[in-house]
């Protein structure tokens, strides 16, 4: 047997080697936190995964008919390539389900669909943004910085407050769309757990159509919209989800929707997503995909148009599925309420949406926390709690502020991690 090891050393290692894109390329900060995460588990130590946005089959599986479906449609050796855009059935599917949850009547050429939301919403940075172009987004949002570097954008970043639920305000992002490229929103969002109301939503769309409408005087190339919808179905209380085209009609020429069942269905490994949005733009998508293969499993797709068909169904898994999501949260936010009630340093934001709840540490600056890299580490060392930090997600001004995910923990993993978090917390007011 040749050890080929030795051929892998010198130039082709070197940095040099690497396009400049890719030589500027950063890892995914979130996994590398799970990554430790993992290590510390596997150790055999009492560790809270709260941090990457997945859920562990443990705790929540995909509904049973979708794993049925897919058997069947591989029993029936439906395993072939599907169409690059993805299958007509699904496709249709998604369509009419956009007319009966939304109320949205788009035709069937406006659905492209991918494997997961991930690719999609990437094509849409490639179909639309050149290098240079500007792309505005909130902070925190979920890997658009990542997005702009691959494809060469200028990212401007838009803080926002708790105050507005980290929800970024028309105000706020007004002076930024005058030549900017693409606006990307995300409501349920990641990581915050928080909803965009009809208000701010209205508000946004206004200075949207009212950019638009300038450029359309002059010629120049509009202003789209990214709108990451992928949690819409995990909403909690009297928090209703709201799309730009819901409230504003005339913006379904500049949005593009994001969608999936990875999150809604507990389903991402099963890498189903799709994108809504103008026919031109979608014919776009589906060219870039005939060259990089994103289409979802065949199998898959048969399935995932099959439940969407069935809304008794999907009710039936959806109806548990966010009980115990909002219990897990639940259980989180009423320790940290009754913890701030006791002069604690913690904050929390009531669950609105998603798996995702935000939470304040006001440890910073404390003896032997010079950080807020020393403030996770310290959480996860003393009390086994796993969180991940705002600024994994771009935000550097919400100092203090990270993003408890819920789908891989039982409620025992929480209470279990709440007296040593408790206990911790008290050691740094001592």
Known sequence: ???LRPFFDGPTAAATTFSEMAQAMVPSRILVIAYEVRDRILAGEPVAPFTVGDFDPRYFQVPSLLKDYIAEAVAADQTNYPPADGLLELRRAIRDHYQAVLGL????????????ARP???GAYQCLVSPGEKVVTPAPSWNNNNFCQLVGAEHVVVPTRPEDAFMPTAEALGPHLRDARLLVLCSPMNPAGTMMTEAQMR???D????ENARRESTGARPLYVVYDQVYRLLTFGDHQH???VGVAPAMARYTLFSDAISKCFAATGLRVGWMV????????????????GAWAPKPEQLATARLLGDAAAMEAFLGPFRAQIRSRLDLLHGAFEAWAAEGLPVQSIAPQGALYLSVRFDLEGRPGLPDEDAVRRFLLREAGCAIVPFSAFGDTHNRGWVRFSVGAVSEDDIRACLPRL??????TCA
């Open 120 to 122: 999609v919403l990437y």
């Open 277 to 292: 949005g103008p026919p031109a733009i979608m014919a776009r998508m589906k060219a870039l995909l005939t060259h990089v």
């Open 203 to 205: 508000a946004i769309c």
């Open 242 to 244: 709201v799309t730009p």
């Open 105 to 116: 009547d788009y035709p069937v050429e406006a659905v492209t669909v991918a494997s997961g």
């Open 1 to 3: 047997m040749t050890d």
């Open 422 to 427: 408790r206990d911790a917390l008290v050691r």
């Open 207 to 210: 200075r949207v159509l009212e």
